[in-house]
């Protein structure tokens, strides 16, 4: 299984981006998705995850401001991010994983795309 994430780039406070991991394989539907994000000198941390029913949880920093969705025809996994902050600057990565209670990541790691917030 490969994890393909895509959408990152530069953009001003405020502004917005959509973020893609495209998954190869027939395997999608099977799992939860989740994105993580790490900042420079800080830990990888969840920002989002999406149950394989489509229920969504959020971290307390991004909650009205981010949009978890997928799309089990497209085997793909979206961020919408909305309203973003400089302190959203990260490399994001997608996983493929499961809840068990709470999301717990699995081993299939996307390679990462950066986003910047700057002006």
């Known amino acids: 299984v490969q994890l393909q994430a895509s959408g990152g780039g530069l953009v001003q406070p405020g502004g917005s981006l959509r973020l893609s991991c495209a998954t190869s394989?027939?395997?999608?539907?099977?799992?939860?998705m989740a994105w993580y994000r790490q900042a420079p000198g800080k830990q990888r941390e969840l920002v989002a995850g999406?149950?394989?029913?489509?229920?969504?949880n959020y971290a307390d920093s991004v909650k009205g401001r981010f949009t978890i969705s997928r799309d089990d025809a497209k085997n793909t996994v979206y961020l919408q991010m909305k309203s973003l902050k400089p302190e959203d600057t990260a490399v994001y990565y997608c996983?493929?994983?499961?809840?068990?209670?709470?999301?717990?990541?699995?081993?299939?790691w996307g390679q990462g795309t950066l986003v910047t917030v700057s002006s």
């Open positions: 996983n493929a994983g499961n809840y068990y209670g709470a999301y717990v990541p699995g081993r299939y």
């Open positions: 394989g027939n395997i999608f539907s099977m799992y939860a």
């Open positions: 999406i149950s394989r029913g489509g229920s969504a």
